[in-house]
């Protein structure tokens, strides 16, 4: 029996943070956690589950709009922003309650209480002394905002779902995906929506087709989105916020809400009590097997600053539980990760941009294809769809490959295995479709881009 109080003590009871202690109690490990906000991190309370909610109730105005061509008399009424807060709230609720009867049922020795690090085995919690022999740090990230005059008045993603009454005059600062989906999110229900952006194109990172497709796309659903201009200075007036941009010209809102990034959450957790390494940005460097520099301390998730996705901060968690207690070595593979961005239309994307391709790989065949969705023959709404292959020329394997419209993200998880396996081109040329879907595309593209 070890010294220590506890064999494993889980700073963070996020996604990966709940998975690790979960798995390792399950072992017989004395396994302890500590969390000082709210179970199951950012993605269940001020993430991917609430904005998901938000996204489908931001869409019926749409499918109400679209389903009069099809023969319904619909009646579209007044949206009631605070009835379904009220109800993301009850389902956000009841997810914080199954996070913390997880940890009970496994035997985790759960601390409702802030944790920092006294040395590399000793921590504090809640003003209680506690020692473990291994500790994991995984306490995600939070929002950033700039440091210009009245910053005070803007909020960030993390406020926006607790918002008290509607914006009717909604500003969103950003170009990444959380900036996009809010900017969805408040112009499909009714709000006057402009985006600003200080690069020249919305979703750094991202393929530039899929880039210059939802950039059309969300124009045409009455997004004014502005790139290269940004806020310099945020004013209150009476109950008006007026931001005054780079251009010198001036913007009247009702909420700015800032999308422009996030930082590892390491302040003040005493990493350098313990010799925990971080860099410029706040993050802490690990090794494939999630270790720091120090050989008793590993992190996960967002606060290392690898890829800032719940599913990932989940495989990290299983993959240091497989090292460490099950003493099977399994480093983390951040290869092929699929994901989706909740925009409107959605966007799906696996594997490599067709720039990181060309870089990589050198020739490279392209296949494009855009149409429009099978359901707006119907409705006439002006909607394209972009799907898009990356193939390596020589070995004619499938690098990457890339999608918007909808159900962009279902379909992609899909495509993720055949990428993730090596798939080649002819497989998905031998593979028959499923016909009338937008997914069938994808097994029939045969004509290369020029």
């Known amino acids: ?20 202690a979960r798995m390792i109690a399950s072992t017989g490990a004395r ?9 199951g991190g950012t993605c269940v309370n001020v993430g991917c589950v609430p904005k998901k909610l938000l996204v489908y109730g931001s869409h019926f105005h749409e499918d109400m709009e679209d389903a ?11 949206f009631d922003w605070n009835l379904l807060i009220r109800k993301k709230n009850k389902e956000i609720e009841r997810l914080n309650g199954i996070y913390r009867r997880l940890m009970d049922n496994a035997g985790v020795t759960v601390f409702d209480a802030r944790a920092t690090l006294i040395d590399r085995h000793t921590l504090d919690v809640g ?6 022999e291994k500790i994991l740090i995984a306490v995600g990230g939070w929002p950033t905002k700039p440091e210009i005059p009245g910053i005070e008045h803007a909020i960030t993603s993390n406020e926006v779902f607790y918002l008290e009454s509607f914006p009717k005059r909604f500003v969103v600062v950003g170009g990444g995906y959380i900036a996009v989906e809010f900017a969805g999110i408040m112009n ?5 929506v402009t985006q600003l952006y200080r690069s020249e194109k919305i979703l750094r990172g991202f393929d530039e087709d899929v880039r210059d497709t939802l950039s059309a796309e969300i124009v045409k659903k009455g997004v004014d989105l502005r790139t290269g201009i940004n806020i310099t200075a945020i004013e209150k007036k009476g109950g008006v916020l007026v931001a005054t941009l780079t251009d010198g010209s001036t913007l009247e809102a009702d909420c700015i809400m800032y999308a422009t990034g996030r930082h590892p959450n390491t302040a003040n957790l005493g990493l350098e009590n313990a010799g925990v390494e971080t860099d410029a940005t706040g993050a802490i460097p690990v090794d494939s097997f999630s270790k720091t520099n120090v050989d008793n301390i590993w992190a996960l998730g967002d606060v290392t600053d690898r890829i800032a996705l719940t599913p990932v901060a989940i495989h990290e968690a299983m993959c240091f539980y497989r090292t460490e207690f099950l003493r099977d070595p399994t480093p ?16 799906g994307t696996v594997g490599l941009t067709e720039s990181q391709a060309r870089a990589r790989h050198g020739a490279v065949d392209i296949y494009r294809s855009t ?13 394209k769809t972009l799907m898009k292959i990356i193939v390596d020329q020589d070995s004619q394997k499938v690098l990457g490959v890339h999608m918007v419209g909808p159900d962009a993200g ?9 990428v993730k396996m090596g798939a080649t081109k002819q497989d998905f040329d031998r593979t028959i479709g499923i016909h009338p879907t937008a997914a069938e595309e994808f097994v029939t593209m045969r004509e290369k881009a020029a």
């Open 1 to 20: 029996m070890s010294s220590y109080d506890f064999d494993l003590f889980v700073i963070g009871i996020g996604s990966g943070g709940t998975r690790a």
């Open 31 to 39: 396994v302890a956690a500590a969390e000082e906000r709210y179970y």
């Open 68 to 78: 009069r061509e099809y023969g319904w008399d619909v009646t579209v009424g007044e």
């Open 127 to 132: 003003g209680k002394t506690v020692t473990a």
């Open 188 to 192: 499909g229900m009714g709000a006057e």
């Open 332 to 347: 983390s593979d951040h290869e092929n990760v699929a994901s989706a961005v909740f925009s409107q239309p959605p966007v």
């Open 371 to 383: 149409f429009t969705p099978m359901k707006h023959t119907i409705s006439g709404r002006d909607e």
């Open 410 to 418: 279902e379909i992609i998880q899909g495509i993720g295995i055949a």
